[in-house]
């Protein structure tokens, strides 16, 4: 028979609505071992006013909790009774089992809280008082004092908690609480003596900030009762939010029943901008009075549908599910404990109801001796002897109970293991103080229908928690189970059921999510509102959440918005890229021309046009000119250290060899065609034969010199530039010094412009060979490239600069070729009837005078024969 059935043949059989029961009168129970239990079956009408209030009588209590006009509005709470019958349902399957104390019988005296500290007070110092009187005496040592109770169960307010557990700690009284979860009370200095068998807020507040994660919910509102639950449990969600990047636009308290008009004003104000702001998810940690005393406010203010994350204190409370108008504040998801099941505890209620109905058990009960406890605080449960079936029932289906009910059984295992106790009874009988029974509560490990609880050394126990969300469902919405909590979140996402139209998930962000490899510049003072920021080339996004771009390392490249960075390749002039191909195949060219004039007047090497063109030190131009082409070879390929060196040398040496033949050459035509006869003979004597080459071996010395001092002091380095190119790495010889560098090519330029000044402005005689213009072109050449040389080499990128400087050194050959030596290769190849003492030794201007063509047809002459 189902439990409504069951219910409603109890109503047939004489459970009318509205006779006085006897529940009041169950609420004691004596036995070996008393357990202590406060429970909040009644509600104090005007809230937490009555803590507050001058009068300590009892009667002026209970008035305040239960007006003469019983179960009148929310003042009867189903659920405290619940717990209360779930307890007494504990003590008696113990009592009747033989596992945990057999042989002996546990006891119960239970008060109502009224869900206010004065009022939980009173029992508590019942509770206290020495076995067999109502007073507590004073004494300098309790060790061997005994109150009328072991432990106490409950209560189940953090509030009341904190007032009862630092009176209990006092004498070392074990209290186990089935709610209160305020993270306070496990300072184990302040609370030694309090236990409980519900999690604290910090893991139900760490539940809330990963739901928020999982919906990408990273702004939101933030409210809390004011008290002690709500606002610790509000400020571990607040650092635990802001520490994973989740932003609270508001925040606030939620006032208690009772409160001023500028508290509810406050309130009221702080509805208005969550109405106005883009948040569409609130977080209320609440205890149930202050979560209807906030909705009442919010559904006459007329709050748009939000997403609600419900603490467990109100998520199933009746005070607030039957609020008129919940069914339109949008979408409720919370979290309960999770326990064992207890498919028989419906039965259980019903039975104790029927024996309240029972007018014979209530007349065995009435015969008895009143307890103590009416004479000291009242009736225990007035209002309990005028509820209806119906007070029960709706919550029957989803009731809270398995705290409560495990709390029982805590105590139990703490008496099984203190007393000794097997499986044939308990050896050790005697009165046992709290302290002994708290002893065997630290760390201690008991079952409760297959689940293995255990008090660690705060008094906490580790317990998964169940994702509930609100079905409506007529006037009562029921608890739908969309997920678990057990240190990780796990959603059935096709479960939930959404408020928004065509049931699409709520966002409730600031700002939107920045896309890959951007980062958030924040606006305002919230991290989450923020405009999205591209990282740039050589920077990446980290993580999501990085304010600012990471640079990567120095042998990493990323693109624009990058979240990673990738390695270098090492870059360098390679032999198989195109512009070094090009360039040796120019090479190619230059030295092949150079080796083919160098034959070529090897072979006419007695010839008057190889004569006139220096002779022997002609070849030596050539052979040097034909090494300067061979240099660029250093350039391209991997960088070493000894081909860093040896570039400036190898080619600077040659060219200065080459020049060095060329300006004798200059100088020869400068005193033939300027200088008196006297001196022309003189000084023309003095540049041919070993004086010559005295000339070329002090300009090679000078510029070998001026290249050491370069290698010495400022040597050039392999080096590798991490910054230059975007994605690779450039290895390149580095030039330490620049004016050095230029230094070098001082004794090339000075021969270039001595042979310059030496040939411009001599005049050719009509019929004779011109060697000053060859000169002159061939210098002009050298300066050209040079110059060009400079502004080219300082503009062009890093990576060509040595594509440059081969470019301009075969350039330079080039020109020295194609404007001196070429042209007389061409007369000795196809003008063969030129070449002839009188066309080239026997001309100009010395000549017309007299002076210098006699001399040199004779020597011409005899070197002939």
Not at 445 to 456: E, H, N, Q
Not at 514 to 528: A, D, I, P, T
Not at 737 to 763: I, R, Y
Request: positive net charge; hydrophobic residues 45%.
């Amino acid at each position: 028979m189902s439990g409504l059935a069951l219910l409603g043949l109890m109503a047939l059989l004489g459970l009318r609505v509205g006779a006085p029961l006897c529940l009041t009168q169950q609420f004691q129970m004596p036995g070996d071992y008393v357990l202590g239990g406060l429970f909040p079956v009644g509600l104090a009408e005007g809230g937490g006013q009555a803590a507050g209030g001058s009068g300590l009588g009892c009667s002026q209590v209970r008035v305040r909790c239960w007006p003469p006009a019983a179960l009148r509005g929310p003042r009867f709470s189903s659920v405290g009774l619940l717990w209360a019958l779930a307890v007494q349902m504990a003590v008696e399957e113990i009592n009747n089992g033989s596992t945990l104390l057999p042989g002996l019988h546990l006891g119960y005296d239970f008060f109502d809280s009224c869900t206010e500290p004065l009022v939980a007070m009173k029992p508590s110092l019942l509770f206290m008082a020495k076995a067999g009187s109502r007073s507590i005496a004073a004494y300098c040592d309790y060790a061997q004092y005994q109150p009328r109770v072991v432990a106490v169960i409950g209560p189940h307010s953090s509030e009341l908690a904190l007032v009862t557990g630092k009176f209990f700690s006092f004498f070392l009284m074990p209290q186990v609480s089935y709610g209160a979860t305020t993270e306070r009370l496990s300072n184990r200095e302040e609370f030694p003596s309090f236990f409980r068998t519900v999690p604290s807020d910090r893991v139900q507040a760490a539940a809330m900030v990963e739901l928020l994660q999982e919906f990408r919910w990273n702004w939101v509102a933030a409210m809390g009762s004011d008290d002690e639950y709500g606002r610790q449990g509000l400020s571990l969600f607040s650092g635990l939010a802001t520490a994973q990047g989740i932003c609270i636009a508001h925040e606030g308290l939620v006032p208690l029943l009772g409160a001023d008009s500028r508290k509810l004003g406050s309130l009221q104000s702080l509805l208005q901008q969550v109405n106005q702001s883009h948040v569409q998810v609130v977080v209320l940690f609440s205890s149930a009075l202050a979560a209807r005393t906030f909705f009442s406010l919010s559904i006459r203010c007329g709050l748009s549908p939000k997403v609600w994350v419900a603490s467990e204190a109100w998520i199933t409370s009746e005070l607030v599910m039957m609020l008129p108008g919940m069914a339109q504040v949008g979408t409720v998801l919370g979290f309960l404990h999770r326990g064992a099941l207890m498919p028989d505890f419906s039965s259980y209620v019903q039975t104790r109801l029927a024996l309240a109905a029972d007018p014979a058990f209530c007349a065995s009960l009435n015969a008895e001796q009143p307890p103590l406890g009416g004479r000291v605080v009242g009736p225990r449960c007035p209002q309990c002897d005028h509820i209806t079936l119906k007070n029960v029932s709706t919550l029957l289906p989803h009731h809270r109970t398995f705290a409560a009910y495990a709390a029982v059984y805590g105590v139990a295992q703490a008496l099984h293991n203190t007393l000794l106790c097997n499986a044939s009874g308990c050896p050790t009988r005697e009165p046992v103080r709290p302290w002994q029974l708290l002893e065997n509560m630290y760390n201690m490990t008991f079952r409760v229908r297959g689940t293995v609880l255990r008090f660690d050394a705060r008094g906490n126990v580790d317990m998964d928690y169940n994702v509930k969300l609100w079905v409506w469902q007529d006037l009562m919405p029921t608890l739908l189970t969309v997920g678990t909590f057990s240190g990780r979140l796990q959603l059935q996402h096709s479960r939930i059921r959404w408020h928004t139209p065509g049931n699409k998930e709520p966002v409730s962000q600031c700002s939107r999510q920045c896309k890959e490899g951007q980062v958030r510049r924040v606006k305002g003072f919230h991290s989450c509102c923020y405009d999205c920021v591209d990282c740039k080339a050589g920077s990446y996004r980290r993580n999501p959440d990085d304010l600012l771009c990471t640079l990567c390392d120095q042998d990493q490249w990323s693109p624009d918005r990058s979240t990673r960075c990738f390695p270098r390749r090492p870059k360098f002039l390679a032999w198989g890229e195109p512009a070094v191909l090009v360039l040796l195949m120019l090479l190619g060219l230059a030295l092949c021309l150079a080796l083919a004039a160098l034959g070529l007047f090897i072979q006419h090497r007695d010839s008057p046009l190889v004569w006139a063109s220096g002779g022997p030190r002609a070849c030596f131009g050539l052979a040097c000119l034909s090494l300067v082409c061979l240099s660029v070879l250093l350039y391209p390929g991997w960088p070493s250290p000894t081909s860093c060196l040896a570039q400036q040398l190898l080619l600077h040496l040659p060219l200065t060899g080459c020049l060095s033949t060329l300006f004798l050459q200059a100088a020869e035509i400068f005193v033939r065609a300027e200088l008196p006869i006297s001196w022309a003979d003189w000084l023309h004597g003095r540049l041919r034969g070993p004086w010559a080459w005295l000339a070329v071996l002090l300009a090679m010395l000078a510029e070998a010199a001026l290249c050491t001092w370069y290698l010495v002091a400022f040597p050039p380095e392999v080096m590798t530039d991490w910054r230059v190119l975007p994605t690779e790495a450039l290895v390149h010889c580095r030039v330490h010094s620049w004016v050095s560098f230029g230094l070098v090519h001082t004794t090339n330029a000075t021969l270039a412009f001595l042979c310059f000044l030496g040939t411009f402005l001599v005049q050719s005689q009509p019929g004779r060979y011109n060697g000053a213009r060859g000169l002159t072109f061939a210098t002009l050449a050298y300066f050209i490239t040079w110059i060009s040389f400079v502004p080219l080499f300082a503009n062009v990128h890093v990576a060509y600069q040595p594509a440059v400087q081969m470019g301009a050194i075969l350039l330079c050959a080039l020109g020295i070729l194609a404007t001196f030596h070429l042209p007389k290769c061409y007369l000795l190849l196809w003008r063969p009837e030129l070449n002839t003492p009188e066309f080239f030794l026997g001309g100009g201007p010395g000549d017309a005078k007299g002076q210098d063509g006699s001399g040199g047809g004779e020597e011409t002459q005899g070197k002939n024969k």
